[in-house]
């Protein structure tokens, strides 16, 4: 909204879209590890609605800053989500201490936030400041 209306340039748009999908990461990371080890219940299939509306809004925005290459974008990501669900379902059919449950959780999202950081970077580099 304040990139719209020309308060902030985009790189300052980019960093704080970046900020809050990681902080919504964060929150969901420790959410599923909580639901895998109390509650057992289908983890993988909150990751892949909550990862799929989070992705769709962040496109969203993007493309309001004049992402280029927006299919290729989505679809990565889309395939990103697929590879995080699976490893979820995964981790869920595994008798493992909350530990592990936890260090894995972390790094499937980690691995997420380097991508999203890299397109980030990326995207960035598509504009000049104004």
Avoid: C
């Avoid at 679809?75 to 595994?94: G, S, W, Y």
């Amino acid at each position: 909204m304040k990139f719209r209306e020309r308060k902030i340039s985009r790189k300052a748009a980019l960093k704080a879209l970046e900020a809050s999908y990681n902080s919504q990461l964060d929150a969901l990371t420790h959410s599923l590890v909580k639901a895998v080890q109390v509650q057992k219940t289908r983890a993988d299939v909150v990751a892949e609605e909550y990862l799929k509306e989070l992705d769709a809004r962040h496109m969203e925005v993007m493309d309001e800053l004049g992402l280029r290459n927006k299919e290729t974008r989505e679809r990565t990501l889309v395939t990103l989500t697929d590879q995080t669900v699976a490893k979820i379902k995964e981790v869920q059919a595994k008798d493992w201490p909350p530990s592990m449950i936890a260090d894995t959780m972390n790094e499937l999202h980690k691995l997420r936030k380097r991508f999203i950081a890299e397109m980030m970077k990326e995207v960035g580099g598509d504009y000049a400041d104004e």
